[in-house]
């Protein structure tokens, strides 16, 4: 019977350009995990370059699986979350996946997936992004039959690709500690319990403990609050501006929150790395643009990785839970 596809290729094309059987395409096409990865690599090469497209009902129906995977994640629309979405998804692209995205955004919306029937428990996995499941739920109430995974988060029981957030905080106190002048964090306001997350007070942590160790304490009067967009940054940099000496240390928790404490700064006549220096976590890609130094972490690459564990888990395998932590790197430009 002839696949229907957009391109009116057949899965004998497929196996004629690749060099393998019909039926080891169609290992290919249903995840089989005894399949050697170079002759997959070699199939999915023959179906991108013939625009083949399978019956994906087809598909479903004589494997067994979605093909698709669930990701978790506290909201969408930040360009962190865009980013590791688009890591996700070129990686889920190999294996011919989608991902079905459920943002929590609320208690109230949480409450709507507390029940394991629902609907963004019909994939073949699950992928939760800042989140800790275990937080989230009670897990003898969750599928467990099916894999999890964890991006932007640790976990000793599930698959986790995080970076070390403490250390990169300790990284931005050391380098600050080398100017002169008065210390301030800037901080967004974390989302209520339970889709809270570590990572900022993690940094946070990470800050201090650098003070500390060149004798320095942060005040609490100093660490500043405020809503996760640039007019908060812009917030906290006239709050500081407004009751602090001259010189002044600017941690900025993310990169959107320093784009708002830069433009202030600059509004207010001061000059940047002489009088005010300002330091951030993420290197969007516009953070460049604007010379903000900052720590850098591969966030398309934990999307990437993340979703290649989750795939493992799909095909089959059945190790103990592995962890990848990516070390933060130190940017320097012109902020400070």
């Known amino acids: 019977m002839r696949d229907e596809n957009s391109s009116k290729n057949t899965i004998e094309d497929v196996a ?44 479903r129906f004589a494997s067994g699986y979605s093909y698709t995977i669930s990701v978790f994640l506290p909201e969408i629309g930040t360009q962190f979350y865009g980013r590791i979405l688009k890591g996700i998804e070129e990686e889920l692209d190999k294996y011919g996946y989608d991902s079905a ?16 029937n629902a609907a963004a428990y019909q994939s073949d996995g699950f992928l939760f992004v800042s989140l800790d499941p275990e937080k989230l739920y009670h897990l003898s109430h969750f599928p467990l039959s099916r894999p999890i995974v964890l991006a932007d988060g ?7 690709v ?42 946070l942590d990470g800050f201090k403990t650098a003070l500390k160790e060149k004798g320095i304490k942060l005040l609490q009067r100093n660490i500043i609050s405020v809503d996760f967009s640039l007019g908060g940054g812009q917030i906290a940099a006239r709050d500081i501006l407004q009751t602090a000496g001259s010189s002044l240390n600017i941690f900025a928790i993310c990169d959107l929150l ?37 720590l850098h972490q591969p966030i398309e690459e934990m999307g990437k990785m993340a979703a290649h564990f989750l795939m493992e888990r799909i095909r089959g395998y059945k190790g103990v839970a592995r962890a990848i932590s990516y070390k933060p790197e130190l940017i320097k430009r012109s902020s400070a």
């Not at 399949?35 to 399978?54: D, F, G, S």
């Not at 995205?101 to 394991?116: A, D, G, I, T, V």
């Not at 640790?154 to 986790?160: A, I, R, T, V």
């Not at 106190?173 to 008065?182: A, M, R």
């Open 16 to 59: 004629r350009l690749s060099g393998v059987s019909k039926s080891t395409v169609s290992r290919v096409l249903n995840n089989y995990p005894n399949v050697k990865e170079k002759t997959r690599r070699l199939v999915l090469r023959a179906m991108r370059q013939l625009n083949y497209k399978p019956n994906i009902h087809a598909r």
């Open 101 to 116: 995205l459920f943002p929590l955004l609320s208690r109230e919306r949480l409450k709507r997936f507390s029940n394991p």
């Open 154 to 160: 640790y976990s000793d029981k599930f698959d986790c």
């Open 162 to 203: 995080y970076v070390d957030n403490r250390l990169g905080g300790y990284l931005a106190g050391k380098y600050l500690c080398s100017f002169p002048g008065e210390f301030f964090v800037v901080l967004n306001r974390e989302f209520e319990f339970p889709l809270s997350t570590r990572v900022f007070l993690e940094r």
């Open 258 to 294: 320093a784009l708002g404490v830069v433009e202030e700064v600059r509004r207010a006549g001061l000059s940047l790395k002489n009088e005010v220096r300002v330091i951030v976590f993420d290197d969007q890609p516009w953070a460049k643009d604007y010379g903000i130094t900052t």
